[in-house]
């Protein structure tokens, strides 16, 4: 994981937290599926569509105040689809202490224009 470049950096609202007073679980996964999606439309050169989530983890919860960094790396690539390593860091407190919060592996498809696999493209 290359820590110098997220995928996506945002930060949550009041509107996401749960009745724990943490942050809303499904609202990190959208995060984590959004990133995923950026870069693996990137790499598919087009339309993608999730269509698996493995060995998602949460760490540790992510408060109201944190600054999130979702970074993304490419785990296994077949020939229409990807397996990206998606992992949430939270920026927290005044020492701005980067904290690791969850990760999951996210499979992404690549699609045509009848929304059905089609095969990557080539890499050079």
Do not use: C, K
């Not at 980067?98 to 929304?115: K, R």
């Amino acid at each position: 994981m290359n820590r110098n470049d997220p995928v996506l950096r945002t930060v949550p609202r009041a509107g996401d937290i749960n009745a724990n007073g943490h942050i809303f679980g499904g609202w990190v996964l959208s995060q984590m599926d959004i990133a995923g999606g950026i870069m693996a439309h990137r790499i598919a050169e087009g339309a993608v569509a999730t269509v698996a989530i493995e060995r998602m983890e949460f760490i540790t919860p992510i408060l109201l105040q944190d600054v999130i960094s979702v970074y993304a790396d490419v785990e296994r690539r077949g020939r229409t689809s990807l397996a990206i390593r998606i992992d949430v860091l939270a920026r927290r407190g005044r020492e701005q202490q980067e904290i690791p919060v969850t990760s999951g592996l996210f499979t992404f498809v690549a699609l045509d224009e009848n929304h059905r696999p089609r095969p990557l493209p080539t890499l050079e």
